[in-house]
């Protein structure tokens, strides 16, 4: 058995082909641990490769699921309402004022999806941040949508 310091260029030629930039040094200990549990597991018998076929394709394999796993958590990593209000900007001061004014009329969780709305997320997204069922999240919509309009009407 090889030492795991001998794969160090294969991970890295590994990071390269997947165009890994940032965070090297996690990818790096991600390949070592592949290169450790694949020549644990690794059975000549069954195997139809060699060794370090078998290795390639095992850090391969963990480095995807790690860009995989770092995709998601991106994907729907929730962020204060402070956050969110602090990256609202409106060239258009008149716009602010309204969107104050109009915030005063929702309850607290009608203020999170508004202005999750108003960020863009989608309906189903921002089920998942606060918790909710899809359903949920459309009566919270309707309320809001319901309020606005009383509010904007008087």
């Given at each position: 058995m090889k030492d795991i310091k001998t794969y160090e260029p294969m991970i890295m030629s590994i990071i390269k082909k997947l165009g890994i930039m940032y965070h090297i040094d996690e990818y790096m200990q991600i390949g070592r641990i592949a290169v450790y549990n694949a020549q644990t597991?690794?059975?000549?018998?069954?195997?139809n490769c060699t060794l370090d076929q078998f290795i390639y394709t095992r850090i391969y394999q963990r480095m995807i699921d790690a860009i995989r796993k770092e995709s998601n958590y991106q994907n729907y990593h929730t962020t204060t309402e402070d956050e969110l209000m602090e990256t609202y900007s409106s060239s258009d001061y008149y716009d602010d004022l309204l969107f104050e004014d109009l915030k005063k009329h929702l309850n607290e969780r009608e203020q999170y999806v508004f202005t999750y709305l108003l960020h863009g997320y989608k309906l189903s997204e921002i089920a998942i941040m606060l918790?909710?069922?899809?359903?949920?999240?459309?009566?919270i919509r309707m309320s809001i949508r319901n309020k606005l309009k009383q509010t904007l009407q008087t």
């Open positions: 597991t690794f059975n000549k018998e069954k195997a918790g909710v069922s899809n359903s949920t999240a459309k009566n």
